[in-house]
């Protein structure tokens, strides 16, 4: 079973095809395909592709499934015995990907 760890976003993403993920949002429409050339390493069973520190000639090939929004995220601060408490929230902007084809 193949899988490659590739970055987009800031982070790093562990993948085999047929996978759905979420990622930082993307500029790309709904239904076409994104492809990522920052593969960091492909692994195939037995035998493993690593980058210094990126893979040439590697890529991975994922079709848009949907642009939305992630669950909400509260940060509340306060400090004891002063009054103090603020409380702030936000959503991120997210990509859903489905891993179509990996190449090394």
Request: aromatic share 6%; proline share 1%.
């Amino acid at each position: 079973m193949a899988y490659a760890i590739f970055k987009t976003g800031g982070k790093q993403y562990r993948v085999t095809e047929g996978d759905t993920i979420d990622v930082e949002k993307l500029a790309v429409e709904e239904g076409k395909d994104a492809v990522f050339e920052d593969v960091l390493m492909v692994g195939d069973g037995s035998k493993i592709m690593l980058g210094d520190p990126l893979l040439t000639g590697a890529k991975v090939t994922a079709e848009v499934v949907s642009q939305h929004r992630g669950k909400k995220v509260t940060a509340f601060k306060f400090k004891r015995r002063k009054g103090y408490h603020r409380t702030k929230g936000h959503r991120r902007d997210l990509t859903r990907l489905s891993i179509k084809k990996i190449s090394a």
